[in-house]
């Protein structure tokens, strides 16, 4: 009974140092401060990049047909794309354009080249561009525009001339003829 009695003291002893180094332990555990919550950055719009455009024009200078027949303004949707590339001294993107011409309709598909070195000397954008397209037969156009950021709006006075191959001609019989025109197109960025 001698050895029982020696054994329950001997644990009764024991039993509170051992819940001693446990709650020891417990205040030694330092908590963390959560870390703080960060907002990842925005995902880019599916848009960006792109911008929609208002053209109006007049032309100032017809082909033989439209010395006869005259010349009506010209009117069009220009879609800019974000997808283009540094080429030397030249930034080339890429346009689509819907317009309605002197009682045409057509599609073209536009490259811009603004150039750099011009750009810095006058004080604002200059832009060359050209495209193929199609109004009554295949069109290619060409000029040069001058841009006003105003971000988000874009206002580009320009001057273009356009040759189609068959619009001066009947079904039968085309013929091709031109223009130059002189316009702005007003673009939205979005």
Do not use: C, H
Not at 24 to 41: D, N, S, T
Not at 102 to 121: P, Q, R, Y
């Amino acid at each position: 009974m001698k050895r029982v009695s020696l054994i329950l003291m001997v644990s009764l002893l024991a039993v509170p140092f051992i819940y001693a180094q446990d709650e020891e332990e417990e205040e030694i555990v330092v908590a963390l401060p959560a870390p703080a919550a960060e907002e990842a950055p925005a995902a880019p719009s599916a848009l960006s990049g792109f911008t929609v455009g208002l053209n109006v024009a007049m032309p100032v200078i017809g082909g033989e047909f439209y010395a006869e027949s005259g010349m009506d303004p010209v009117f069009g949707i220009v879609v800019g794309t974000p997808f283009g590339l540094p080429l030397g001294p030249f930034n080339v993107g890429v346009n689509v354009g819907i317009e309605s011409a002197n009682g045409l309709t057509g599609v073209f598909g536009i490259l811009n080249a603004n150039i750099d070195a011009l750009s810095e000397k006058v004080g604002f954008p200059v832009t060359v561009f050209g495209g193929v397209g199609m109004l009554e037969g295949m069109g290619i156009i060409g000029g040069a525009s001058w841009d006003y950021p105003m971000d988000p709006v874009i206002i580009k006075p320009y001057v273009r001339a356009t040759v189609t191959t068959g619009a001066a001609g009947s079904e039968d019989d085309p013929a091709s003829t031109g223009w130059i025109q002189v316009g702005a197109m007003v673009s939205y960025a979005l």
